[in-house]
């Protein structure tokens, strides 16, 4: 019992020492976050003429502004990624292809040149209004923080909400400057050498990971098409899916959300989907 007390103690200590160490890592020490280009679409705006002028200035993501309240600081309800626009327009396709049970007629084929021509000859999917995917639950919330705030506070932000992305303003006007990412927030805490947690992390190889009891893994295999990938994406509500070679069930790589970037890319791979 005393040695279990012990053990607990100091898993406590080294807890609390992680913590205290993230809270006085200030969010300005974040790279690459005023060099972010942020991007607004209101709620009125249809989802065909968000994912063009996203895809147009090469942003993966962009505030949503309330058209009712055009003026008001406080104005942003949301928060919305280019990938979860796509997933969620991918299902909508697959969901009308079901119904039409011509997936891959001739006529599709000719007509549509890529995802945004399918949008065009689809209204009812493409001229969606942004503001009524709220309720697919589709938008991150907007919760900012400010230069001054911690790292600590940021993962929390991260964990709590599952956000992809955090918007960051000035305290003295809260305009938006940019963002803080995932992806910024893993590459600082991987400069975090000698703090045996993060190195124990850093030192791990991909390919090291095996899908032994691939029941309980999320996956792939790599001679699925790209469709069934992505529905997996949107269905699940996840980020990224482990893509397995289905013979020696060994990790090949991932399909994340953002990859559905590519269908906006090359027309030829949203005809070819399946």
């Known amino acids: 019992m005393a040695e279990s007390n012990q053990t ?21 020490s974040i790279s690459g976050i005023k060099s972010s280009v942020v991007l607004e679409v209101k709620t009125g705006d249809f989802v065909k003429d968000a994912l063009r002028i996203m895809f147009k200035k090469n942003v993966a993501s962009a505030l949503i502004a309330d058209v009712s309240t055009d003026g008001f600081p406080d104005r942003f309800i949301g928060f919305v990624h280019l990938s979860s626009l796509l997933l ?8 009308l292809e079901n119904e039409i049970e011509c997936i891959e007629s001739e006529k599709t084929k000719e007509t549509v040149c890529g995802i945004m021509g399918f ?4 209204p009812h999917i493409g001229q969606t209004k942004v503001g009524e995917l ?26 709590k909400h599952r956000l992809q992305a955090v918007p960051v303003v000035e305290l003295s006007n809260s305009n938006v400057i940019g963002f803080i990412t995932q992806t910024a927030v893993i590459h600082l805490l991987l400069e975090s050498s000698g703090l045996e947690w993060f190195d124990g992390i850093a030192d791990k190889v991909i390919s090291d990971f095996r899908f032994d009891n691939e029941e309980h893994v999320l996956h792939v295999y790599g001679d699925q098409n790209i469709i069934e990938a992505f529905y997996i994406l949107w269905n699940k509500q996840i980020g ?35």
């Open 8 to 28: 607990q103690c100091i898993a406590m200590d080294s807890a609390t020492a992680l913590q205290r160490y993230l809270d006085h890592i200030p969010v300005s």
């Open 88 to 95: 969620w327009c991918i299902q909508e396709i697959r969901k």
């Open 134 to 159: 709220g309720k697919t639950f589709l938008w991150d919330p907007y919760f900012p923080v400010g230069m001054r705030d911690t790292l600590f506070h940021v993962l929390l932000m991260f964990s």
């Open 240 to 274: 990224a899916v482990a893509v397995t070679d289905r013979g020696s069930k060994r990790l090949i790589g991932c399909l994340r959300n953002s990859d559905a970037y590519l269908l906006l890319e090359k027309e030829d791979l949203f005809q070819n989907r399946k």
């Open 119 to 122: 949008l065009e000859q689809n």
